[in-house]
């Protein structure tokens, strides 16, 4: 059996294949990033899934795409981490999210895939070759248009009093929240990019304000601005996107794509699905080689 999981900063969507590519169940769990996550970690969160139990000893491929799995040192924490769960493995490939992105859009022709979920990046898929074009510069300094960018100006605009004050009450008392606990939070906490993008959903629920539209407007540009443009192809290919952010903001993304003058592709929320269909056609099926543990 075959176990295929893409795993952002917030959760994992993973699913159990037979090895013909037919699906036996689905399996959820946190996000796992070998930035904050050791491999003791990782094992031990997965050992609680009852799913995971049952068909551990069964599994012999596994294919890991995550947040943050972008050199061999990072990849080896995750790989180390799988390799307690299932005891019978042969191979284990893990790889960058970024690539589970450019396969579960994949659909024949060159691209540009992008992630707007916690996290932000993109790439361009020739159908064999990805390639990046700005290196990702994670949640401080970087990250543009995603969740913890949108948590983090909304954050800033609530303590500098920026956001409009019929707003700012409703976000206060939303969140209630202090100035001391916030910078806790970022400063002091492993998980401080999934704590900023948690506040993402209250510019959703009131994007039909001028103040939040161009709160995420100005994210989604400099996306564009900082990862799509600098592709020379990116205003001769299809432009997807995956993630939560892009799915439930679409209407901005196809705004800002317009501006700038790139087809906007497929937008999806989860690319699990592509992802299936992709290992399915071309890898579960063919002579492609997997990583040995």
Same mark, same amino acid.
Request: glycine content about 10%; charged content about 25%.
């Given at each position: 059996m075959i176990y295929l999981a893409e795993s952002g900063s917030t959760k994992t969507d993973a699913v159990i294949l037979k090895d013909d590519g037919g699906e036996v169940c689905r399996v959820n769990s946190m996000g796992f990033n070998p930035y904050f996550h050791s491999s003791e970690l990782?094992?031990?969160?997965?050992?609680?899934?009852?799913?995971?139990?049952d068909y551990a000893s069964q599994i012999t491929q596994v294919y890991f795409y995550g947040s943050g799995c972008s050199s061999p040192k990072l990849c080896e924490?995750?790989?180390?981490?799988?390799?307690?769960?299932?005891p019978n493995v042969e191979s284990i490939d893990v790889d960058h999210d970024l690539r589970a992105c450019a396969y579960a859009t994949y659909s024949?022709?060159?691209?540009?895939?992008?992630?707007?979920?916690t &996290? !932000?990046? @993109?790439?361009?898929?020739?159908?064999?070759?990805? %390639?990046g074009c700005q290196s990702g510069l994670g949640f401080i300094l970087g990250?543009? &248009? !995603?969740? @913890?960018?949108?948590?983090?100006?909304?954050?800033? %605009?609530?303590?500098?009093?920026?956001?409009?004050?019929?707003?700012?009450?409703?976000?206060?008392?939303?969140?209630?929240?202090?100035?001391?606990?916030?910078?806790k939070m970022v400063y002091q906490n492993d998980f401080a990019n999934v704590y900023l993008a948690s506040f993402a959903p209250f510019a959703s629920r009131n994007v039909h304000h001028d103040f939040f539209k161009n709160l995420v407007?100005?994210?989604?540009r400099d996306f564009v601005e900082y990862h799509v443009i600098c592709f020379p192809q990116s205003h001769k290919v299809p432009v997807h996107f995956v993630g939560s952010?892009?799915?439930?903001?679409?209407?901005?993304l196809k705004e800002v794509c317009d501006d700038f003058g790139i087809e906007l592709g497929q937008v999806i929320q989860k690319p699990l699905e592509g992802l299936i269909s992709y290992h399915r056609n071309y890898i579960l099926n063919s002579d492609k080689p997997v990583k040995s543990v």
């Open positions: 990782i094992g031990s969160e997965l050992k609680k899934i009852d799913t995971l139990r924490v995750v790989r180390k981490g799988l390799q307690m769960v299932f024949g022709e060159p691209a540009i895939s992008c992630i707007l979920g &996290g !932000s990046n @993109s790439v361009y898929f020739d159908g064999e070759k990805a %390639s990250d543009e &248009g !995603s969740a @913890s960018y949108i948590g983090k100006k909304l954050l800033t %605009s609530y303590f500098y009093r920026k956001m409009p004050e019929s707003y700012r009450t409703v976000f206060e008392k939303t969140y209630s929240i202090s100035r001391d606990q916030v910078v407007r100005d994210g989604f952010i892009a799915y439930h903001f679409q209407d901005i």
